[in-house]
């Protein structure tokens, strides 16, 4: 059975910085591809950073250089440490899993497993 749990959000200020983890259960980290996606209300849910079971990353353009996804396959958790945080970046995150797939995506469609979320508000 596969579960994710996130945490480790909050509330910061402009400038600050977040780590967010996702526990997972049932992930083969060394195979499945990963990911973060953010929601605001109203909007859809986009794809902020994923990683494959090889370790390479691919990163929305938005976020790219003040976000890092990475995965620590022994605690079977994944990991977002976010750096300068910004209003926009205000939201509820989740992490995905998309079980077999080595495939590097930024789409919802991709991933089979959802966590709960965690929310993370940023003030300017």
């Known amino acids: 059975q596969v579960r994710l749990v996130e945490s480790g959000g909050g509330s910061v200020q402009s400038g600050g910085s977040l780590r967010l983890s996702c526990v997972t259960s049932?992930?083969?980290?060394?195979?499945?591809?990963m990911a973060w996606f953010r929601q605001t209300p109203g909007k859809e849910r986009e794809g902020i950073a994923t990683i494959n079971g090889h370790g390479t990353t691919y990163y929305r353009q938005s976020v790219k250089g003040r976000f890092t996804i990475s995965r620590d396959n022994a605690k079977n958790t994944l990991y977002l440490q976010m750096n300068n945080l910004i209003a926009e970046d205000s939201a509820m995150y989740y992490c995905?899993?998309?079980?077999?797939?080595?495939?590097?995506?930024?789409?919802?469609?991709?991933?089979?497993?959802w966590g709960q979320g965690t929310q993370v508000t940023v003030s300017s």
């Open positions: 995905a899993a998309a079980i077999g797939s080595w495939y590097l995506e930024l789409i919802q469609s991709h991933y089979n497993y």
């Open positions: 049932g992930v083969t980290h060394t195979r499945d591809s």
